[in-house]
């Protein structure tokens, strides 16, 4: 098996030692791998198996001889030096929301549309957290049902934001007075409708990342629209999906497409307390779902509870596996 040179930019970061942690979980062919953050963590070590990795300063020299970049370190960051690393001949996969919208930058979940890796111009997008675990459901549904209009829901937990985020929910769980304030207003014993800036609409620019990158992955604009809202779990995204098909539907035949999807875990016996919950799919992989059920309202149509590790599958496992397909080389 061909080894290869992996960099992760943002090695440091919550989402970058979940990369590290995974190319190890997954066995990905490593040959060499070079860790960049800022400059006030360079010298610092990361365990990568059983050898401790320095990390390095940023910097366009340390892209020599890579062939795959994973960034994690904003938009800012990926917009310099991502095109700095592709000339160096890397094909960058990049966490951040600076390239996902543009017309010629795949945007991937590989469950979903695994064939838009291959034809990369030398950088390749992860989706927003939220729409990742969302596409991978709503996917197998559409080829079936043909989805007519979704309402999602979202109740994202504080690790989206970052390790400051979950700071602040756990100095504030303690009684003590967080060292930073990520959110605008208190967390804990909370729920805020408020996540990334608003725009003129009303909407939110999360809720406007999940309507379009969703309509881009699906290769076509699905009615759509969104709500979301930060709650106090540390990890772990949920989603309440309400579908409305244009073809006739059963809640037996959409359990029995979604068990069918590459990706899923369908947790549907309520009466037994057996549903997605973010305790239990936090550090596993897979998007889970449950709460299935008919929507009276419409002629055919469900409700659905979702959940993912919004660290794991909703970005690092994600880029890892674009990696991989691209080792494989199918």
């Not at 990795?53 to 001889?65: E, G």
């Not at 497409?257 to 549907?268: K, N, Y």
Request: charged content about 25%.
């Amino acid at each position: 098996m061909k080894l290869h040179d992996v960099a992760i930019i943002g090695a440091t970061g919550l989402v970058g030692r979940t990369m590290v942690r995974v190319l190890m979980e997954r066995k990905f062919p490593v040959n060499r791998l070079v860790l960049m953050a800022s400059e006030r963590s360079a010298g610092k070590e990361l365990d990568f198996n059983g050898t401790g990795i320095p990390v390095q300063t940023l910097s366009p020299d340390n892209f020599r001889h890579i062939e795959f970049a994973l960034f994690s370190a904003g938009a800012m960051v990926s917009k310099e030096y991502a095109p700095l690393a592709v000339r160096s001949g890397a094909v960058v996969i990049d966490n951040s929301s600076a390239f996902r919208m543009e017309d010629d930058v795949p945007l991937v979940v590989p469950e979903v549309n695994r064939r838009q890796i291959f034809k990369n111009k030398g950088i390749i997008a992860n989706p927003n957290c939220s729409t990742i675990q969302l596409v991978v459901t709503l996917k197998p549904l559409h080829d079936r049902f043909k989805i007519k209009r979704a309402v999602v829901s979202t109740y994202q937990a504080v690790s989206g934001a970052g390790q400051t985020g979950m700071d602040q929910l756990r100095e504030e769980l303690a009684n003590r007075t967080p060292a930073a304030m990520k959110f605008q207003h208190r967390i804990a014993f909370n729920a805020l409708p408020h996540i990334d800036i608003f725009f003129d609409d009303g909407y939110s620019k999360e809720e406007h990342k999940i309507i379009n990158e969703t309509s881009k992955i699906l290769g076509e604009r699905i009615k759509l629209t969104a709500t979301c809202v930060r709650v106090p779990t540390q990890g772990g995204h949920g989603e309440s999906v309400n579908i409305e098909f244009d073809k006739k539907s059963s809640v037996d035949a959409v359990r029995e497409v979604l068990r069918s999807a590459p990706g899923i875990v369908v947790q549907d016996e309520p009466k037994s307390g057996v549903y997605p919950m973010p305790i239990t799919a936090e550090g596993k992989d897979e998007v889970f779902v449950g709460r299935i059920r008919k929507d009276e309202s419409v002629s055919s149509g469900v409700n659905l509870w979702i959940v993912a590790d919004n660290v794991r599958k909703g970005a690092a496992t994600n880029a890892v596996q674009i990696a991989e397909a691209l080792a494989l080389g199918k």
